[in-house]
């Protein structure tokens, strides 16, 4: 059966500035929290690959906007950085103006719309320093910093974004280590999440303000919530879960405000985070015209250990408990589960529970280690395991779209394979292969496959 997606279906991939740029500190770029971290300790860094070695964007930006073009690619996320822009958070780097808007122009001639980001994972060391999204100062600057990407390439961008999965830097560098400053403390980790709330709404109400063209949203990592049974305990762990790892960063986003269980579980747990007089409204301020759905992987839960968890809470773990559930399907190459459904229910909560706000795919993927094992003779990956991959998640989206699904789009992590911050080169995801020797662009057998869906506009199955 073929079935047809809709008209001015968004083709494209993604990636982001700290993660494919390169040219670490050149042209005036001062130094991100990762520019850091991997000096002091280079042997967190798979193969010791740091951020200096990213997929050189910076210099073959025009030549990858051709090669998407000839991919029939219609669209484009990146984003930018923000110490490239605002080496010190105040002043207007020219050299970075000239660069982005030579490439979101580049990538306009090609007729590859650019969809741009301004925050993924990349604080500037400058503003860590005092505290990062901890300090209440980050929103004003991040609306400056808002602001001024607005005023400098608001006439050639017409789709933005604020923040790349801000659940990932609150998980990551708040609930763990795998991101700077490597903070273990759940209070924390809350207030981080809601300066970052409080940042994106300032930035949607400096957007709105000035009347800027366009829309603005966010892209939120949303994988549906399974609990292991109908039982009770475990459904109350579904919940919870879904509280505090969708909810928390959706309802803001999409309502404009926090839903009430949230606050009554932090309260209970001593888990508030300082707020000021305002915050409310600032918030309803920041709903977004549209939304960014990274989708790679379910969340499964079950019940807490009752006798085992923390009153007050200390970590999300008291709340939830992982789930290995025994029949998943699995990217062994990546460790991760891979089950395309979830697109579907993520479309139909949407639909049913969030007004139907448009949306789009924004990152799906597959991360797969060492490929040049599946290399031929031409050096082309022969990447089999990503296009059906890419056709299971596919059909489920048709399906939602069939049922009344708003989605507009669908974007692979990523064109280039690029650099995944402490995985470095480890896992590949790109319909290009990058050679890390020579910089070289080599597409894998996806790129084809996919350049012909998307000439035809339709999937086979
Ligand atoms: C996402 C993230 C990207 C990329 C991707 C694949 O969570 O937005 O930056 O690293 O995972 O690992």
Redesign the pocket.
């Known amino acids: 059966m073929t079935r047809k997606f809709p008209e001015n279906f968004l083709w494209g991939a993604a990636t982001?500035a700290p993660?494919s740029e390169g040219a670490q500190y050149e042209d005036g770029k001062t130094a991100s929290t990762w520019d850091v971290w991997f000096e002091k300790e280079p042997e967190r860094f798979y193969n010791e690959v740091g951020p200096k070695d990213t997929s050189l964007t910076y210099e073959k930006y025009a030549k990858d906007a051709k090669l998407m073009s000839e991919m029939n690619l219609n669209s484009f996320r990146t984003s930018i950085s923000w110490n490239r822009l605002l080496p010190d958070g105040k002043t207007v780097n020219e050299k970075a103006v000239l660069y982005y808007r030579d490439y979101f122009l580049k990538l306009k001639e090609q007729g590859v719309e650019p969809i741009v980001n301004l925050f993924?994972?990349d604080m500037p060391w400058w503003l860590m320093e005092k505290g990062g999204w901890e300090s209440r100062e980050s929103i004003e600057h991040f609306a400056y910093y808002a602001n001024t990407a607005f005023e400098q390439f608001g006439d050639i961008v017409q789709h933005w974004m604020t923040f790349?999965?801000p659940i990932?830097h609150v998980q990551c560098g708040y609930l763990g280590n795998d991101h700077w400053p490597q903070v273990n403390n759940f209070k924390q980790a809350v207030q981080v999440a809601y300066h970052t709330m409080l940042a994106h709404a300032a930035a949607v109400k400096v957007f709105k303000e000035k009347q800027r063209k366009g829309r603005i949203g966010i892209i939120l990592?949303l994988s549906p919530v399974y609990a292991r049974s109908d039982k009770e305990e475990d459904q109350e762990a579904r919940g919870n879960s879904e509280l505090l790892h969708i909810k928390s960063f959706l309802d803001p986003a999409v309502l404009g405000k926090y839903p009430e269980e949230l606050v009554t579980m932090l309260k209970d747990n001593d888990l508030l985070p300082a707020a000021e007089s305002g915050d409310s409204e600032l918030l309803a301020a920041g709903k977004v015209d549209y939304l960014g759905v990274?989708y790679?992987q379910p969340l499964r839960v079950q019940a807490v250990n009752k006798e085992k968890v923390h009153h007050p809470a200390k970590s999300p773990s008291d709340f939830s408990r992982a789930y290995d559930w025994p029949e998943k399907r699995m990217n062994l190459y990546r460790g991760w589960e891979i089950y395309p459904e979830g697109i579907y229910d993520i479309a139909i909560m949407l639909k049913d529970e969030y007004e139907n706000i448009p949306w789009y795919i924004s990152?799906n993927?597959m991360?797969v280690s060492d490929e040049e094992r599946f290399m031929d003779e031409e050096g082309i990956v022969q990447d089999d395991y990503r296009i059906e991959f890419i056709r299971d998640h596919l059909d489920q989206t048709l399906k939602a779209i069939d049922e009344g699904a708003n989605c507009f789009g669908y974007h692979l992590?990523t064109f280039v394979d690029c650099w995944?911050?402490l995985n470095a080169y480890k896992?590949r995801?790109g319909y290009y292969r990058y050679d890390l020797e020579t910089g070289k662009r080599i597409p894998k057998k996806s790129s084809f496959w996919m350049s012909e869906i998307i000439q035809r506009n339709e999937l086979d199955r």
């Open positions: 982001s993660q993924h994972f790349n999965e990932v990592n990274n790679y990152e993927g991360g992590w995944s911050w896992n995801y």
